[in-house]
């Protein structure tokens, strides 16, 4: 067992460490309180590889391993998380579908602008009437008669980036009474006539990072632009969620370490009592309760990591470990922020800390890529084997 990072992890993680410390976190407060999308810390992020870490650097990536896309995430998430969804919807959501279900076509033309920054990508799985119960979507894809391409109709909801997404990897039911053995995945170019942005959603947190709605009124998408087989849709939106949630854990542990590391800084210099308050057994007790669950965090998080390139190598599903790394350590996130502004007291809650921004951050953590109740069904059932 070796817990240390390669050189390679290692310079990555300085990277993004120092862009995290000196782009991304002297404006973070500015991005939240306005929910502009940052367009320009993005285009940066790619310059760095960051918005396709595990992209073969033939389609434009960084060519690097699912440790070291968890350490960018982190990094990030800890200055900003709303920066950070944007980043990891596009490297794993996004890059990571292409790259295990795509053609070499196909990856040169829907992943090589994403993972180099260019373009933004998105993932639209959610409907206005379906979330937890993805299977049951309703958004429709036809195929033409000549066979040449899909119409679609429908509507996509909660799609993160999609207010500037220029590709969206889009599920949608060739049969409805097939239920998850309908869903087809469909790579769809946003410019193409029949596909509508809809609102902005106006969220508690991650506000920089644009969330909208999407319908279809009879959108063309090639039938070349299909990722994987007809029906085969779900088994891919699944298996990239298991990616996906890796990055939320992620995440979860930037946005805890943030809210951990402040608590210390303000427990060794507030006063009160004529102390230290990090003296007193109480904040005592709470920096150690969340130092213990963010270590925990990070290190389910880096094993399902570990384990995602493990199952790339020799097949397999990362189900079980990515959603016991997102579950524990969204909670923690919440925990942790929680914990972080009770320390804080007053200021805790002002706007003048990001103490009150992490709290808000952390919630959507438990809910995005499944809640925390699906990723408890999912475990339960990976373990026992009963649905
Ligand atoms: N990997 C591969 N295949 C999988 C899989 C996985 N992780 N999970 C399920 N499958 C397969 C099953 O094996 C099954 O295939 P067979 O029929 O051939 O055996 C098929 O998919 C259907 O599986 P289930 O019967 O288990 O499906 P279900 O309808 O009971 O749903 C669920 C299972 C776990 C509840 C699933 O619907 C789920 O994860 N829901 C949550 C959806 C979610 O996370 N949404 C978030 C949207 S993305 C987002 O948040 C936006 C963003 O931009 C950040």
Not at 294 to 322: F, I, M, P, Q
Not at 353 to 374: C, H, N, Q, V, W
């Amino acid at each position: 067992m070796d817990f240390s990072l390669s050189d390679d992890q290692q310079m990555i993680q300085a990277a993004a460490r120092e862009f995290a410390t000196e782009v991304i976190a002297p404006a973070a407060a500015r991005f939240d309180q306005s929910g502009e999308f940052p367009l320009d810390n993005i285009r940066k992020a790619g310059e760095l590889g960051f918005m396709g870490i595990e992209v073969p650097e033939e389609f434009g990536g960084a060519g690097l391993d699912p440790i070291s896309f968890s350490l960018v995430i982190e990094e990030i998430a800890a200055a900003d998380a709303a920066h950070a969804t944007i980043v990891s919807v596009n490297n794993s959501l996004y890059c990571n579908a292409i790259l295990q279900f795509g053609t070499d076509a196909q990856k040169r033309q829907f992943a090589r602008p994403i993972a180099t920054g260019e373009e933004i990508g998105c993932y639209g799985l959610s409907e206005p009437q379906s979330g937890s119960d993805a299977g049951s979507m309703r958004t429709r894809a036809v195929l033409s008669a000549d066979g040449s391409h899909y119409l679609v109709n429908g509507k996509k909801s909660w799609i993160t980036s999609g207010p500037v997404a220029r590709y969206m990897l889009l599920f949608a039911t060739v049969d409805p009474s097939r239920g998850p053995k309908g869903v087809t995945a469909l790579m769809v170019d946003t410019g193409e006539a029949g596909y509508l942005r809809g609102k902005t959603e106006p969220k508690l947190g991650i506000r920089a990072s644009a969330t909208c709605e999407v319908e279809f009124a009879d959108c063309r998408v090639p039938v070349a632009n299909r990722l994987g087989g007809e029906g085969q849709g779900f088994q891919i939106a699944m298996t990239v969620l298991d990616a996906g949630r890796v990055g939320i854990a992620a995440q979860a542990v930037g946005i805890a370490r943030a809210a951990y590391e402040a608590s210390v800084r303000f427990a060794q210099e507030r006063k009160a009592f004529g102390s230290a308050i990090g003296s007193f057994q109480l904040i005592q007790g709470k920096l150690a309760d969340m130092k213990c669950r963010l270590d925990a965090a990070r290190l389910l998080t880096w094993r399902a990591a570990w384990n995602k390139a493990e199952v790339r190598k020799h097949g397999g599903r990362n189900t079980t470990e990515a959603s016991v790394a997102k579950l524990f350590a969204s909670e923690t996130a919440m925990y942790c922020a929680h914990q972080a502004v009770q320390i804080h007291g007053g200021i805790g809650y002002s706007r003048e800390m990001p103490l009150e921004r992490y709290f808000r951050d952390a919630k959507i953590t438990e809910i995005y890529e499944g809640t925390s109740e699906i990723q408890r069904i999912v475990i339960a059932r990976q373990e026992t084997g009963l649905r």
